[in-house]
């Protein structure tokens, strides 16, 4: 199992701007040294408590000073930007890292967003799969290009020059395409499979139950059935909130208790989620009323905390009940103490990890 993290990120409202981007930052530099695989950042535009406005501007910013980590975009927005734009800004970045870039996409979900863009009442599906479908006919074809289409239009027909390169765009470092992957946040998702069938990879959320979590996985097989191609859990990619501590007492207290950047992801986010009708993601039962929903049970549900030794112990529970799968995302919380936000880190790098995959390589062995 390789180690990642997922920063989606949320920071309390009272925090100021410039602090929040400078922990994300340091967080980042952080996973580099202790040898993280990946990285992944989220974007919204009129979200304060998550404040990356562009993950890939966010991502230009660390390229020069990570090492070895491998950066991506978690996700752009597709139905939030003109797919010219997306395709020259990814196909910078991928040169500027070297293929050290994963594209994740998605339609975007945040309704704020959506209404400030004057797409609320689109069909924002149908203008994600217009977007990547105009990215990648982009990259594919030589110029001049005319791709035509129910939201956009892309040409350079009538300006193009070639003879000084004017009207061609500038193609990613990896070919044809960096490796593109999808958020799954929906239980038997659909969209996983149709992703599956166009050679893309499924990150799950790290929200969901795991008795959700494990639907991907065949929702992930059907896709790659349609097409013929292999269906390797090492692609796919299981994100977690973990909070890993020297002692048990403090695991409980920061993990737990309110006041902590645990609770205080899932207050705000549960709210999220009941008021545009998504509150069904936390519920084992999707009869349950919405008042049996809580933060103390989101925390319960969803976060893995303890010493190193307990969470190894949880987090092989987990992947036993959800099936195997080859990246773990560690998900990124607020620094509400960096000392023990940074401990974390090194504890799951230093010793988590080390013992999941120990733990099952033996368990390869004696079968």
């Known amino acids: 199992m390789k180690l990642a993290f997922f920063a989606m990120p949320q920071h309390p409202l009272e925090k100021k701007y410039h602090q929040t981007l400078a922990e994300d930052r340091e967080m980042t530099l952080i996973a580099d040294r202790l040898g993280f695989h990946e990285g992944f950042f989220g974007e919204h535009i009129t979200d ?41 800004e990814v196909a910078m970045v991928d040169n500027m890292a070297k293929g050290r870039f994963i594209m994740g996409i998605s339609p975007g979900g945040l309704a704020s967003d959506a209404e400030v863009l004057e797409t609320i009442d689109k069909d924002r599906q149908k203008m994600f799969l217009e977007a990547i479908d105009t990215v990648l006919a982009i990259w594919e074809r030589d110029p001049p290009y005319n791709i035509k289409g129910e939201f956009w239009n892309v040409s350079t027909e009538r300006t193009i020059f070639m003879e000084v390169g004017q009207g061609q765009m500038n193609r990613p470092y990896q070919r044809p395409h960096p490796p593109i992957v999808v958020t799954a946040v929906a239980p038997f998702s659909k969209g996983v499979t149709e992703a599956a069938a166009r050679g893309w990879d499924p990150i799950s959320a790290n929200f969901l139950l795991p008795q959700w979590v494990k639907t991907h996985w065949p929702s992930y097989c059907t896709g790659c059935e349609r097409v013929g191609r292999p269906a390797d859990p090492k692609n796919w990619r299981v994100a977690k909130s973990i909070f890993v501590a020297d002692d048990l007492d403090t695991a409980r207290r920061y993990a737990t208790e309110k006041g902590g950047p645990y609770y205080d992801y899932f207050e705000p986010f549960l709210k999220k989620l009941i008021k545009h009708g998504r509150s069904n993601l936390f519920k084992a039962d999707q009869s349950a009323p919405d008042s049996s929903l809580s933060p103390e049970k989101c925390v319960d549900d969803a976060v893995i905390w303890g010493t190193p030794d307990k969470v190894t112990e949880e987090l092989l529970a987990f992947r036993e009940e959800v099936g195997d799968f080859g990246t773990l995302l560690y998900c990124s919380h607020d620094w509400v103490d960096p000392a023990l936000a940074k401990r974390s880190m090194e504890l799951m790098a230093e010793q988590v990890i080390p013992a999941v995959n120990h733990h099952s390589a033996s368990s390869s062995e004696v079968a």
């Open 48 to 88: 304060a408590a998550e404040a990356i406005t562009s993950s890939l501007i966010f991502i230009a910013w660390l390229l020069a000073e990570t090492k070895s980590i491998t950066l991506g975009t978690g996700t752009i927005n597709m139905a939030n930007h003109h797919p010219v734009r997306v395709a020259s």
